[in-house]
T-cell receptor, first 113, second 111 residues
Framework: EAQVTQNPRYLITVTGKKLTVTCSQNMNHEYMSWYRQDPGLGLRQIYYSMNVEVTDKGDVPEGYKVSRKEKRNFPLILESPSPNQTSLYFC????????????FGPGTRLLVL | GQQLNQSPQSMFIQEGEDVSMNCTSSSIFNTWLWYKQDPGEGPVLLIALYKAGELTSNGRLTAQFGITRKDSFLNISASIPSDVGIYFCAGLTNTGNQFYFGTGTSLTVIP
């Protein structure tokens, strides 16, 4: 089954404790992206990757890091989480052209205390 | 960052009624997309628009890419209970790499 998986689905952590949210797709997609969703603000793009070893900042990259060492994986790293990073995070992927259908993962709900 | 203003913010309608929502931007986009998000899930693409003036349908859904390239509209005809959810517009920048989403329209359909 074609899908985007994210782990963990739910996470409660404390300020400053490094964490990684994994994202994996099995569709051989080249484009992958991370978004955060906050009430009243819709989805905002954090980082995106056009292909392996190619990553670029989205609209709200501050406080986040990503890597794309393999085509299927695109982890989101929070080196020192802060409470304002409490949010619902989505990973998405699409084939070579970003305007093609983006498949979204199920979301990761993060609470930073 | 760029702002996509989506309206209305929420809608409560009777089953069978038609629905209209729109999205405006201060910037030009080359591609407009409409997504639907069900509770607890990620957004799912409904319609993609690639040319100014384009009118595209997907079942009971019809969307238009505004002539100015700064707006888009989504219409849902004869609404049914499963249309409930949050609808987002999204624009793809001129470089074709970065997405901006609207703030969403929450739709409630009353049976």
């Amino acid at each position: 089954e074609a899908q985007v998986t994210q782990n963990p689905r739910y996470l409660i952590t404390v300020t400053g404790k490094k964490l990684t949210v994994t994202c994996s797709q099995n569709m051989n997609h080249e484009y992958m992206s991370w978004y955060r969703q906050d009430p009243g603000l819709g989805l905002r793009q954090i980082y995106y990757s056009m292909n392996v070893e190619v990553t670029d900042k989205g609209d709200v990259p501050e406080g986040y890091k990503v890597s794309r060492k393999e085509k299927r994986n695109f982890p989101l790293i929070l080196e020192s989480p802060s409470p304002n990073q409490t949010s619902l995070y989505f990973c998405a992927s699409s084939s070579s052209a970003p305007m093609e259908t983006q498949y979204f993962g199920p979301g990761t709900r993060l609470l930073v205390l | 960052g760029q702002q996509l203003n989506q309206s209305p913010q929420s809608m409560f309608i009777q089953e069978g009624e038609d629905v209209s929502m729109n999205c405006t931007s201060s910037s030009i986009f080359n591609t407009w997309l409409w997504y639907k998000q069900d509770p607890g899930e990620g957004p799912v693409l409904l319609i993609a628009l690639y040319k100014a003036g384009e009118l595209t349908s997907n079942g009971r859904l019809t969307a238009q890419f505004g002539i100015t390239r700064k707006d888009s509209f989504l219409n849902i005809s004869a609404s049914i209970p499963s249309d409930v959810g949050i609808y987002f517009c999204a624009g793809l920048t001129n470089t074709g790499n970065q997405f901006y989403f609207g703030t969403g329209t929450s739709l409630t359909v009353i049976p």
